[in-house]
């Protein structure tokens, strides 16, 4: 239900960095973007990620608060 992205290069206001999105597998919705400045923290953090979204038992977006 979840994938985790690729590390690729993404601009930002402050010129260029590195990351990745997390999705869903239904229609492929970005749900979250984190960017780094080094293409190895991207993919560090890309990485625990995906390995706390495979071992988890659970997870499931909030809803918004009104």
């Known amino acids: 239900m979840w994938e985790v992205g690729?590390?690729?290069?993404?601009?930002?206001?402050?010129?260029?960095?590195?990351?990745?999105?997390?999705?869903?597998?239904r229609g492929k919705r970005p749900l979250v973007l984190f960017v780094y400045e080094t293409k190895e923290e991207a993919e560090a953090a890309r990485g625990q990620i995906a390995a706390a979204i495979e071992r988890a038992l659970l997870v499931q977006p909030f809803a918004p608060v009104m």
């Open 6 to 25: 690729n590390v690729v290069s993404v601009q930002i206001p402050k010129g260029f960095g590195y990351g990745f999105n997390v999705t869903t597998d």
